[in-house]
């Protein structure tokens, strides 16, 4: 007999009511402000490792809360909805996501020891470096290359939107150990390497340089740069070559997470678009009353229900470590969707207002937008879905 249960476990439903009780001590103003400034917000931060909220996917020997994707996805969700959205909600996802998940998963006995309980409490926060501007979308044509010398490998390459670096304890770097031409099969020769930040820019080896953006501000994205790079053979994260393995683990839940704070971008533009339409007066009623209005904001409601149950179906696969590829991709393509189509709406509905930025539709509909192209475009969501779901021939 087969149960379906769609009720949050109570540990997810724990993770909802603590982040949120932290959030209602930040109103739309602070993100606003924290957009406006170009920072970090140290303050929600501050609270989120004070409350253990950092170490949900670390296990609790290591002092986390031993969680799984699904908490760490309602937390992404929840701290977006709150008034962050997607571009400040992705501070969320650097170190409980890209660090705290992957080194639980893949790291060695030393790498979790020295890790993870710092992780757990942000004493360390972590970046990935994947792409790069020759290779793009492209993960597996990456060039940036990591050569053997003795007991560390040498490094040189350059990625691109790289995110947090100015923060960042450690980068998760993502290289080839064979060159993409001569690798059989395509997925042979990555290997993702621990590399130490503050060390290799010290030593002069890793450098950076922020890219202005139009939004997520909050979160710096940077070009790096690597110049013979020295890296310790034992900061190999997985094994040499086998990097694909590891990448998969951080691809998938990249989009699962990203779609959790699309979600909550989405939340938040409905939010603010209902809240107008209640209380804007034109021709002697709400604009609320018109069907017009209405109608548009009520089908975003439904798309961000139905780009919700993806989501958690999606983090509850990769949990139980069973596939999760398409749902990932399903739960990222429907939720960028629902967030973009909430915050146009927003915008719409606030009619020539939304151009003043006492409003926050801006910086909503900005925060919306970069979800349709990254960290994966719309158009190779639909490919994935197209070829390994429904088994279309390739178009590349």
Known sequence: MITVDFTLPESARGVQEGIAAICSRYDMDYWQRCEAEKRWPEEVWAELAKGGWLGLAVPEEYGGAGQGLLELAVATETLSASGSA?????????????????????????????????????????????????????????????????????????????????????????????????????THGLTVFLVNVPEAVAAGRLSYRP???????????????????????????????????????????????????????????????????????????????NQAIAFPLAQVKAKIELARLMLYKA???????????????IAKLTASQAAWEAADRAFQTHGGMAYSLEY??????????????????????????????LGLPRSF
Request: net charge neutral; with cysteine.
């Open 86 to 186: 997607g571009g400040s909600a992705f501070t969320y996802v650097l170190t409980p996501g890209f660090g705290a998940l992957t080194v639980t998963r893949h790291g060695s006995a030393q790498q979790k020891q020295a890790l993870l309980p710092k992780l757990a409490t942000g004493g360390i926060e972590t970046c990935f470096a994947l792409t790069e501007p020759d290779a793009g979308s492209n993960s597996l044509a990456i060039s940036t290359f990591a050569r053997r010398d003795g007991g560390e490998y040498v490094v040189n390459g350059q990625k691109i939107w790289i995110t947090g670096v100015q923060r960042a304890t450690w980068m998760l770097l993502v290289t080839r150990t064979v060159p993409a031409a001569e690798a059989r099969p395509r």
């Open 211 to 289: 890219i202005p953006k139009m939004g997520a501000n909050t979160t710096p994205s940077n070009m790096v740069f690597f110049d013979d790079l020295r890296v310790p053979a034992e900061n190999v994260l997985g094994e040499v070559d086998q990097g694909a393995v590891v990448l998969w683990d951080i691809l998938n839940p990249e989009r699962i997470l990203l779609a959790a704070s699309a979600l909550g971008g989405a939340e938040v533009a409905l939010r603010v678009a209902v809240s107008y339409a209640r209380e804007r007066e034109v021709f002697g009623r709400p604009i609320g009353a």
């Open 315 to 329: 983090a509850w696969l990769f949990d139980r470590h069973l596939p999760c590829g398409a749902e990932a991709n």
């Open 360 to 389: 926050p539709v801006a910086r909503l509909l900005a925060d919306a937008r970069i979800g349709k192209v990254a960290p994966v475009t719309e158009e190779l969501l639909l490919n994935h879905i197209a070829t390994q779901v």
